[in-house]
């Protein structure tokens, strides 16, 4: 059973409080009813029974203070009561909204991690997406590689057959130029050795022919010294010039006689200039001649 509650206002109206006012005024009305029918009663009887008709009297009953006390709980309780009941059902209203806004809330908060969950899993695809991107561009930029590694090592492998294949191709032309050079070398120091051979021949021919010419002309110019020695050969060194003329004259071997040797030194001066050949590679040969002059060629 509810318990009767003070009023929400302690405040006291012309020195009582809330209770004690209500109190007082039940008093007051049932007294007045209770003075109201008295009067009533004694007019009745002044008036007498030849004044009105007869009635049923009024049944009055004495309303006593613990009445009047006992309906005014009654009735604070029922308010009570009714109070209790507006704050119990205020209350669940309350409680309501407070579990309604406590479920928006988690609502709200499950939606918050629904779009932060949401939002990492974009950003997890994302990164997914990328790190996809980027192992495929590795993978891409690999197979490039391999493919250009490939072809360069293509390159190098054709590189070295062509440098092989040149290698070879020179190796073979060096040998064959190096068989003709050998060949040309062959044929050269043939035709040297035969143009030497015919030079040779060429400059005894010369030598043969024209040895006993410069030698009578030095013998015409030669004065025979006195006592002259038989069998005695003097060797002179002979430089010419291309058309001859005796540019010096050197005893290279003494005979033993210095008379002789001198007369054939001085026999070479006056026959200058000594007939030699004019023809070109004849003409070289004659500019320094040794010769051998003894008494029985030079008369």
């Known amino acids: 059973m509810a318990t009767a509650r003070k009023p ?5 109206v012309f020195g009582l409080n809330g209770r004690s006012l209500v109190f007082a005024v039940a008093i007051h009305v049932v007294i007045g009813v209770s003075l109201f029918v008295s009067f009533n009663f004694k007019s009745d009887n002044v008036a007498g029974p ?3 008709p007869q009635v049923q009297p009024i049944q009055a009953s004495v309303v006593t203070e613990a009445d009047v006390k006992k309906q005014f709980d009654a009735i604070e309780e029922r308010e009570n009561k009714k109070k209790l009941e507006q704050e119990q059902a205020e209350k669940k209203v309350q409680d309501l909204l407070k579990k309604q806004k406590q479920e928006e809330q988690k609502l709200a908060q499950i939606k918050k991690e629904q ?7 974009a950003e997890e695809i994302k990164k997914a997406k990328a790190l996809a991107k980027k192992k495929e561009k590795e993978k891409n930029n690999k197979a490039e590689l391999a493919r250009k590694k490939k072809e360069d090592e293509k390159k ?12 070879k191709k020179k190796a073979e032309i060096a040998r064959k130029k190096k068989l003709a050079d050998d060949k040309r070398k062959k044929e050269l120091a043939l035709q040297q050795q ?7 021949r060429v400059l005894n021919s010369a030598l043969a022919q024209y040895i006993p010419i410069i030698t009578q002309k030095v013998g015409r110019n030669w004065n025979q010294p006195t006592n002259l020695q038989r069998g005695i050969t003097a060797r002179v060194t002979v430089k010419l010039t291309a058309n001859g003329e005796v540019v010096s004259a050197q005893l290279t071997r003494s005979s033993g006689d210095t008379v002789f040797d001198r007369s054939v030194v ?14 070109r590679g004849i003409n070289e040969k004659f500019r320094e001649l ?6 029985e060629d030079l008369i």
């Open 156 to 167: 190098k492998a054709e590189l070295a057959r062509k440098k092989k294949a040149d290698e």
């Open 115 to 121: 779009e932060l969950q949401k939002t990492k899993a």
């Open 290 to 295: 040794n010769l051998n002059f003894n008494p």
């Open 8 to 12: 929400a206002s302690g405040k006291k």
């Open 50 to 52: 030849a004044a009105r």
């Open 266 to 279: 001085n026999a070479v001066y006056k026959a200058s200039p000594l007939p030699i050949p004019r023809e």
């Open 194 to 200: 035969m143009e030497a051979e015919r030079q040779k």
